[in-house]
């Protein structure tokens, strides 16, 4: 059932609300109104509702206008102050459940935009006395979104909202990276078999592999940060299509100052306000560099599954923490779901920034139509790359361990030490007795005192594990 539909109510109870389509009957007691309604009625696409990071980013945004149209002598001060404390009222968590409409839908973000009008004119009217669905006191277009359009407030509330979803996730992907370094360490001395296309390749320490997982890590973080800079350009005050049509001057003068005070981020208005307003590439390169989170993510998620697979006849070099059981007819098996369930996400995201990058295409002219649905998935993406990463440290980094007898098992039947004779008796003559260890089932180390004048100090010397995996000084 339609929120706006919950209400069983008669006629005489409802107040009627009029647009440009027609009228409706609403429920007395709703901030919402008839547009909020038709939005409702026309796109139950999701069933969900706008994130809460949005709506009080679009709050931000009309308290920012009001205070700028104030200040430009556009709006009185009676005004501005019921305006700013019915945002302030959202801000902290009030009517979020006036906010009905789903977050895909059509009209580039109107519906939203409306919603946030029409819920913060009832708000403010209310405080100076009007009932609600009037209009008389604040209206929905001409006071609260004044010298605004949708396609200035939707993509800047999609931006802070981009921003704070953005930093909240870097907070559990930045604990991951560190539990990464810190198994770095933990392992620096377990000397395990590196492994190239799948097949055995040469020496390497394990606390090496955990830091490449966290130096790949640590790059894409590295860029996430660093591209929020593009999301503080903002192109509020180009109302339509960017050539500010009905924003006073002196609104647009101050716009871009009361946004950086409201929110506390250093928002800045765009030189090119027809650019900002009909390109999203911005959009683009922030869901790349969450995919590229992701990637990183899902292909440690993928090395560990494989370095644990067994318990008996697979690699089985690391333990990772038992968290579930894995079958229902196969007892006692036990199997990876937190990397699973990592790589799921990593799926997940990499459809959506396909989503992304097809919806920045497709705009034509002026204005890109689409969003709402980029914006759906870019939240999606964002916080479902912060909920995997506290859950991948939390149930699986943190508790892993090497298996050590594994580990000496495969060192000491593999030929990933045989590389290290290439300089002493050449790689075809390292090649010939590797093939014969291989065959014979012989161990390296004796095929090469039987088939070289090397002798074993020199071999010990030569085959040393841990000189294998420090690489010369570089100056």
């Known amino acids: 059932?339609?929120?706006?539909?919950?209400?069983?109510?008669?006629?005489?109870?409802?107040?009627?609300?009029?647009?440009?389509?027609?009228?409706?009957?609403?429920?007395?007691?709703?901030?919402?109104?008839?547009?909020?309604?038709?939005?409702?009625?026309?796109?139950?696409?999701?069933?969900?509702?706008?994130?809460?990071?949005?709506?009080?980013?679009?709050?931000?945004?009309?308290?920012?206008?009001?205070?700028?149209?104030?200040?430009?002598?556009?709006?009185?001060?009676?005004?501005?102050?019921?305006?700013?404390?019915?945002?302030?009222?959202?801000?902290?968590?009030?009517?979020?459940?006036?906010?009905?409409?789903?977050?895909?839908?059509?009209?580039?973000?109107?519906?939203?935009?409306?919603?946030?009008?029409?819920?913060?004119?009832?708000?403010?009217?209310?405080?100076?006395?009007?009932?609600?669905?009037?209009?008389?006191?604040?209206?929905?277009?001409?006071?609260?979104?004044?010298?605004?359009?949708?396609?200035?407030?939707?993509?800047?509330?999609?931006?802070?909202?981009?921003?704070?979803?953005?930093?909240?996730?870097?907070?559990?992907?930045?604990?991951?990276?560190?539990?990464?370094?810190?198994?770095?360490?933990?392992?620096?001395?377990?000397?395990?078999?590196?492994?190239?296309?799948?097949?055995?390749?040469?020496?390497?320490?394990?606390?090496?592999?955990?830091?490449?997982?966290?130096?790949?890590?640590?790059?894409?973080?590295?860029?996430?940060?660093?591209?929020?800079?593009?999301?503080?350009?903002?192109?509020?005050?180009?109302?339509?299509?960017?050539?500010?049509?009905?924003?006073?001057?002196?609104?647009?003068?101050?716009?871009?100052?009361?946004?950086?005070d409201v929110t506390g981020l250093p928002i800045v208005i765009a030189d090119n306000l027809v650019d900002a307003t009909q390109n999203l590439d911005i959009f683009v390169n922030v869901s790349a560099a969450v995919k590229a989170c992701a990637v990183a993510m899902s292909k440690i998620a993928n090395d560990l599954r494989l370095l644990s697979s067994g318990p008996k006849a697979g690699l089985a070099e690391i333990y990772l923490p038992p968290r579930q059981n894995g079958s229902s007819i196969m007892p006692g098996k036990v199997n990876p779901v937190i990397p699973e369930v990592v790589t799921q996400v990593c799926f997940n995201v990499i459809g959506n920034d396909v989503t992304i990058t097809m919806a920045a295409e497709a705009g034509q002219m002026e204005l890109n139509a689409f969003e709402p649905v980029m914006f759906f998935n870019l939240f999606e993406s964002i916080d479902?790359?912060?909920?995997?990463?506290?859950?991948?440290?939390?149930?699986?980094?943190?508790?892993?361990?090497p298996n050590l007898k594994q580990i000496k098992f495969w060192m000491n039947n593999s030929l990933v030490l045989v590389t290290s004779l290439c300089p002493h008796i050449g790689y075809t003559k390292a090649a010939e007795l590797a093939k014969i260890s291989l065959e014979t089932g012989i161990p390296i180390r004796q095929v090469v005192l039987e088939h070289t004048d090397l002798t074993p100090e020199e071999l010990d010397k030569i085959m040393e594990p841990l000189h294998m995996t420090v690489p010369p000084n570089r100056k």
Do not use: W
């Open 384 to 401: 479902q790359i912060g909920r995997v990463a506290e859950t991948f440290r939390v149930n699986c980094i943190e508790g892993i361990k």
């Open 1 to 260: 059932m339609l929120l706006s539909e919950k209400n069983n109510l008669t006629d005489a109870n409802l107040r009627i609300e009029r647009d440009t389509v027609g009228e409706m009957k609403l429920p007395p007691d709703v901030y919402y109104g008839v547009q909020s309604v038709r939005a409702e009625h026309n796109f139950p696409i999701t069933l969900q509702k706008l994130s809460p990071i949005m709506i009080n980013a679009l709050a931000e945004v009309k308290k920012a206008c009001a205070i700028a149209n104030c200040l430009a002598g556009e709006l009185s001060e009676e005004k501005c102050n019921a305006i700013v404390q019915a945002c302030d009222e959202i801000i902290s968590g009030e009517f979020h459940d006036a906010f009905i409409c789903d977050p895909i839908q059509g009209g580039a973000g109107t519906s939203a935009n409306m919603n946030a009008n029409e819920v913060i004119a009832n708000r403010a009217g209310e405080i100076l006395g009007s009932r609600l669905g009037s209009y008389d006191a604040i209206h929905p277009n001409d006071h609260v979104n004044m010298g605004q359009s949708t396609n200035d407030v939707f993509p800047t509330a999609g931006k802070i909202a981009t921003i704070r979803k953005i930093r909240r996730s870097l907070v559990s992907l930045r604990k991951l990276q560190k539990a990464l370094e810190d198994k770095a360490i933990e392992f620096d001395n377990v000397i395990t078999v590196g492994r190239t296309q799948m097949q055995d390749a040469v020496p390497i320490r394990l606390g090496q592999s955990f830091g490449a997982f966290a130096a790949a890590l640590e790059r894409t973080l590295d860029q996430l940060e660093n591209i929020q800079k593009l999301l503080y350009i903002s192109n509020m005050g180009g109302t339509a299509i960017g050539t500010g049509i009905n924003a006073a001057a002196e609104y647009m003068n101050k716009i871009g100052d009361t946004l950086a």
